[in-house]
């Protein structure tokens, strides 16, 4: 096996009942992982028909966080070859978006999170002042923007709040739902056990595993995740762009051969495919400084000369 054939597991496919009729789901059921950001790009939900209608039950929801839904298919398979020019097309949109677009476009504030899922400010404020729940990716005052993983930029034009990702409200309901006093063990419990099945999945486990669970946590409640992953709604994804990401710096330097030894251009293209589906394409304030920058976008420009 090459150095670039990665363990970690792909989505299984499974058989979908078709329809003619467009199907109608609420923003709740998207955030929740109960559809996925790629039944929305692959044309399966259209992005129009996202409405105030849920079509999800609890039973569904339960499912979406299995790993065998929760990893992203290769791109290389056919039948996601459509959702993948998607992507890519939202991906330029992305790059050509003003910071304070962008932040509203990925990003709610407080008010709207805590409505989405039915607490009141204060309780939200009180599960994130307690590390229950992620705290925001981004904190802009005036012209700064602080995060956890780039720290404080200034200069910058957007407007002054807390940005959370939707995708938190799965998190935000199973802490709210726990007894009170228990939130914060609520969440880390089931982010852990998804955490510790998807490194079994990549066959990683033991105190290996265990281990990288609890370097993980302070990550995922300082908001990091759901500033870097496309899908922060579950563990699974959450370990899939994390296992991406150091097998790429591995092969590559962190970005700086783009021809390691024993990996064909095609194998490496691939691996930097899975990485750009997992990741986010990130904000203009910090895109230069990226893991998207360095090891995807950078990345396919060196491998251009190779491939022609």
Known sequence: MSHAQSPIPQRRTAKHRTTNRRVVVSREAVTSGAVTSEAVTSGAVTSEAVTSEAVTSEAEERKAVAPQRAWLP???????????????????????????????????????????????????NALVDGAAVPAPSYLVVGRSITSAVFGRIDDVDADSGRYFRPENLRWLRIAAQAPQGFERQAVVNCLSQELLDAFTLAGISGEAASSKVASFLPHFFNGTFALCAANPANGYAIARIELLQERLTALTNNGANAHPAGVSAAELQQLIDDFAAACMPFSPAEYARSSRKRLVDDLRLKLQPAAA
């Open 74 to 124: 290769a791109w290389r398979q056919p039948s996601m070859r459509a959702a993948h020019h998607h992507l890519v097309f939202q991906l330029q949109l992305d790059f050509k978006m003003s910071l304070r677009d962008y932040l509203h476009h990925h990003f709610v504030d407080g008010a709207t999170l805590a409505q989405m899922a039915g607490i009141s400010i204060a309780r939200l």
